[in-house]
């Protein structure tokens, strides 16, 4: 099993900055992708940014030059730092890994818990 541990969420002023940060834990083999999703009240979870292995990053146009996602791949953890925000950028974040736990086994799919960031006006 992989258990995510996510830190960083809070309450912040429009035009703002924040840093994610999401740890994996466990037993784990390889981690494929790294991911950051959000939910907002009333709204489906979009994705927000991912990163694979070779460091490849996709941004939808939403967060794209406000939002930076990285990753320390001996570590295992993965960051997601936020520029100038804005209000519809309130929502739980939610941290998302594709790992492997053992050799030749099978990609599976973890989620965090959740953390809320508010964007003030």
């Known amino acids: 099993q992989v258990q995510l541990v996510e830190s960083g969420g809070g309450l912040v002023q429009v035009g703002g900055s924040l840093r994610l940060s999401c740890a994996a834990s466990?037993?784990?083999?390889?981690?494929?992708?790294m991911a950051w999703y959000r939910q907002a009240p009333g709204k489906m979870r979009e994705l927000v940014a991912n990163?694979?292995?070779?460091?490849?990053?996709y941004y939808p146009n939403s967060v794209k030059g406000r939002f930076t996602i990285s990753r320390d791949n001996a570590k295992n953890t993965v960051d997601l730092q936020m520029n100038s925000l804005k209000p519809e950028d309130t929502a739980v974040y939610y941290c998302?890994?594709?790992?492997?736990?053992?050799?030749?086994?099978?990609?599976?799919?973890?989620w965090g818990q959740g953390t809320q960031v508010t964007v003030s006006s």
């Open positions: 998302n890994v594709g790992a492997v736990v053992a050799r030749g086994g099978l990609l599976e799919n973890y």
């Open positions: 466990g037993s784990i083999f390889s981690i494929t992708y």
């Open positions: 990163i694979v292995s070779s460091g490849t990053t």
